[in-house]
């Protein structure tokens, strides 16, 4: 006995010390950002830095406020999309797929999950952007086009989680249901997935976070001009591809400047998680 509980003591350990190592990533990487960030919001003024309409580097002018709306907007657009076609996806797989389909549409979805941002955005960039040109109006860089692919892009995460929520609701709900003489479709939806809301919260806040943090895939197809957005077939420039463009060349004030936009961005994240955190209370009590 004395050997197995040295095994367990030993792993505890090991599963503190990583649980350890991951609080203080994050720790350290807050601490690098706001030392390096407020300082700039600072010495270019907190009301020009967040509300500016410019960002002028040559000229020492930094005004973030085009790449906030590119980003909330191209968001937006991707949780228009991404999110009802995921939880019916979800809602599909989990209680009226049949299981020969369901075994030809679950590993495609993981497929989906495991395709790099690159990908996405040559995909984007080849068949999207020609497409939104030839059928709307512009060049087809624009926010339309970043938000349809993202949309895509979020739907592995919305409807993994979903589904796994849906099936985490236990049997009796769903008979309970169909012995008050509801039919299936009335039992799934007003029964099941009211219980799993939940967990179908949780995809939706995680697939928004994806789409704020997404890079690669928005720099190919939004056009990445940092003016304000003037409509769905313009393009936009986000913040993450605001500091990957130009983080390679930025020096002295300008650097700091792209740590400010972190700072903002890592703000826009924590924000959504806390709404989270508050809409998942109010509905516990």
């Known amino acids: 006995m004395s050997k197995y509980k040295g095994k367990e003591k030993l792993m505890e350990i090991i599963f503190l010390i990583a649980a350890c190592i991951s609080i203080i990533s994050v720790v350290l990487i807050c601490i690098f950002l706001f030392m390096n960030g407020i300082p700039a919001m600072k010495k270019i003024g907190f009301g020009d830095f967040i509300f500016g309409q410019r960002w002028r580097p040559g000229n020492n002018i930094f005004g973030i406020w085009p790449m906030i709306l590119g980003s909330i907007y ?5 949780i228009i999309i991404g999110v ?22 679950k590993p495609g979805v993981e497929l989906l999950a495991g395709i790099p941002s690159v990908v996405y955005g040559f995909f984007g960039l080849v068949v999207l952007v020609p497409f939104i040109r030839n059928t709307f109006e512009g060049n087809g860089n624009s926010i339309l086009t970043a938000s349809i692919l993202l949309g895509i892009m979020i739907l592995p995460t919305i409807i ?19 012995a008050l003489g509801a039919t299936h479709e009335r039992s799934v939806y007003c029964t099941v997935v009211p219980a799993a809301k939940s967990g179908i919260m949780a995809g939706i806040v995680l697939g928004i976070g994806r789409a704020i943090g997404e ?16 409509g769905i077939f ?52």
Do not use: W
């Open 84 to 105: 009802p076609i995921g939880v019916l996806s979800a809602i599909y797989l989990a209680k009226f797929c049949p299981k020969g389909i369901y075994k030809i549409i």
């Open 160 to 178: 993994g989680v979903s589904e796994s929520a849906i099936r985490a609701v236990p049997n009796k709900y769903y008979e309970g249901a169909l």
């Open 215 to 230: 890079t690669m895939a928005v720099i190919m197809v939004a056009g990445n001009q940092a003016r304000m957005p003037k």
């Open 234 to 285: 313009k393009g936009i420039r986000t913040l993450t591809g605001n500091i990957v463009i130009e983080m390679g060349y930025a020096t002295d004030l300008h650097r700091e400047a792209l740590i400010a936009t972190g700072v903002v961005l890592f703000v826009f994240i924590l924000m959504i998680n806390l709404l989270f955190s508050v809409l998942k209370r109010r509905r516990a009590d």
């Open 74 to 78: 191209v968001t937006a657009g991707a």
